[in-house]
Nanobody, 114 residues
């Protein structure tokens, strides 16, 4: 059974930073590209960043230059460093595989105040 456990969210002022972590149980991690997704109130879930098994990264235009995704294969963990946060980044953040999505974790809430 795959488990995705996100952490690191919180309340931060605009311009601040947060680092999210996602611990992945099971054996899927080393074989899969991973992504960070977010869902704002009243909006659909969207992919904001992804990283392949070869550490190739990709970002949504809205976060490019501000967010950095990374992974530690030894710890089965994927991270999202978020800098220069904006109120529009307020959302619940989730990690998951990039393809063949697994059951979603509980997510971690990021709230950015103006």
């Amino acid at each position: 059974q795959v488990q995705l456990v996100e952490s690191g969210g919180g309340l931060v002022q605009a311009g601040g930073s947060l680092r999210l972590s996602c611990a992945v149980s099971g054996t899927i991690f080393m074989f899969n590209s991973m992504g960070w997704y977010r869902q704002a109130p009243g909006k659909q879930r969207e992919l904001v960043a992804s990283i392949t098994v070869n550490f190739i990264t990709n970002y949504a235009d809205s976060v490019k230059g501000r967010f950095t995704i990374s992974r530690d294969n030894a710890k089965n963990t994927v991270y999202l460093q978020m800098n220069n946060l904006k109120p529009e980044d307020t959302a619940a953040y989730y990690c998951n595989t990039l393809n063949n999505l697994k059951p979603w974790g509980q997510g971690t809430l990021v709230t950015v105040s103006s």
